[in-house]
């Protein structure tokens, strides 16, 4: 098993130029690549930043999760009463928290006679390496995403033409734009 405490660091390819994310010397072009120090101004995601922006998390996910941390084990009635949420509502955020892995549902028989489900969260150390997962994927596909810019798209979002992008999103290496 792998430690938790693996440092990761940004590789460069001395030949290429290409960046490369990893715990150990990494290789490109058959040669080594350099540890980097310099790295992008970017804004250190917080916690709802983080949860929205890759998980797609809501505020209100992340006060259901909270509270879910806080009890063994809750039914929709109690977590929407402690939530302040209408039932419905409630249901839908614990039905895609269940569907992401980090929230757990049980079905119990009642002493009266019917059902309810009850939800539970999961180990903070199971929570924790499914949101890595996630992590992890995402920036597998953020890469993907990123590989995939031509020309004409990068062009269109330095000159915001692109409504859904802000200047501030966009990230240039200014080195591989220096022709001289």
Known sequence: MVSSDVELAVYRCESCGDYQLGSAAMTCCDESMTEIDDTVPIE????????????????????????????????????ASMVDRDRSVVTRHLTDLVEFGIVEKQSRVLSDGGRVNVYSHRSVDAVRRQFKLGLYTWMIEAVDVIDDLSEEKVSLLVQGDDPETERSQLIVDRDDTDDS
Do not use: H, Q, Y
């Not at 250190?44 to 996910?61: A, C, H, N, Q, Y």
């Open 44 to 79: 250190t995601p917080d916690e709802k930043r983080l949860m929205r922006t890759v998980f797609g998390i809501s505020e209100t996910e992340l006060e259901i999760c909270r509270c879910l941390m806080a009890e063994p084990e809750i039914t929709v009635n109690e977590l």
